[in-house]
């Protein structure tokens, strides 16, 4: 199963189980080749993971262009609590055997971003928060399927209290 770890701030509201075109998201974890046997746990470990992450404040850091495609993204501003999140997701799925398909996006090379898209910029002063985190499912080329959401359960501020890896 190809799944990607991603965060939907809050301004994107409900998304459907089902869908083609991508709502906004910031992409936490890229896609990767998950074997069925290991996804029950993969789901527990994510869960454990959720429920010791706040909602994540998310702020612009400028614009830029990632190619090949020339896709216009918004940077969102890099934090600790991001970056820990990333690492914990990133341990998950390694520790699970999956495969990462574009591996040269994580650890030092992750950048975290939105994609512009449905004509929405985040304004430069503005704070958002993502509140949720889903884990997306490739069915076909074109068709996406959501096979896990939760809210970020923690509520105080500050780092994860997820164990160092």
């Avoid at 990462?100 to 985040?122: D, E, F, K, V």
């Amino acid at each position: 199963m190809l799944i990607l770890v991603c965060l939907i701030p809050e301004v994107q509201g409900k998304i459907p189980k089902h869908f083609t075109n991508w709502p906004l998201h910031l992409t936490l974890a890229p896609w990767f080749e998950l074997s069925g046997k290991e996804l029950p746990g993969f789901l527990a470990d994510v869960e454990s993971i959720v429920a010791s992450y706040a909602p994540l404040q998310l702020s612009q850091a400028g614009s830029a262009t990632f190619s090949p495609s020339k896709v216009k993204v918004t940077l969102i501003k890099t934090t600790p609590e991001i970056i820990k999140l990333h690492q914990d997701l990133l341990f998950a799925i390694r520790n699970r055997h999956a495969t990462l398909l574009s591996a040269i996006y994580t650890g030092s090379n992750y950048r975290p971003h939105i994609t512009n898209q449905l004509n929405w910029n985040l304004p430069k002063d503005q704070v958002i928060y993502g509140n949720k985190l889903y884990l997306v499912a490739r069915e076909s080329a074109n068709q996406r399927k959501v096979v896990y959401d939760k809210e970020f359960s923690k509520r105080s501020s500050g780092l994860s209290t997820t164990p160092q890896h």
